[in-house]
């Protein structure tokens, strides 16, 4: 399998930025999509953004044009710059890795095989 560490969670002002990481381990090569979720208090875990393979972006719109997902393949980690940071972006936040999308949405937590244990982002307004 492929196990996950996410890092660089925090707590910042609006306006404010983060960086996350994942670091990934196992059998990497397997994989053909990465992406972050995110899951506040009492709502639905959120696809945020992700990434193929071949290098391929998606976005929810919320994010669009403020957060960017990149990948260090060398490092086997997965990057998501967060600037402009609002008070609703607050949550957990998950990375996670597909074998394959079984449906063809990047942005859907089942299609992802292995996930993270979390990192916290808070915003304060």
């Known amino acids: 399998g492929v196990q996950m560490v996410e890092s660089g969670g925090g707590s910042v002002e609006t306006g404010g930025t983060l960086r996350l990481a994942c670091r990934a381990s196992?059998?990497?090569?397997?994989?053909?999509?990465w992406a972050w979720f995110r899951q506040a208090p009492g709502k639905v875990r959120e696809g945020v953004a992700a990434?193929?393979?071949?290098?391929?972006?998606d976005y929810t719109t919320s994010v669009t044009g403020r957060f960017t997902i990149s990948r260090d393949n060398a490092e086997n980690t997965l990057f998501l710059q967060m600037n402009s940071l609002k008070p609703e972006d607050t949550a957990m936040y998950y990375c996670?890795?597909?074998?394959?999308?079984?449906?063809?949405?990047?942005?859907?937590?089942?299609?992802?095989?292995?996930w993270g244990h979390g990192t916290q982002v808070t915003v304060s307004s």
């Open positions: 996670a890795s597909a074998l394959f999308l079984r449906r063809g949405f990047p942005l859907d937590s089942d299609e992802y095989d292995y």
């Open positions: 990434i193929s393979k071949r290098g391929e972006t």
């Open positions: 196992g059998y990497t090569s397997t994989i053909t999509y």
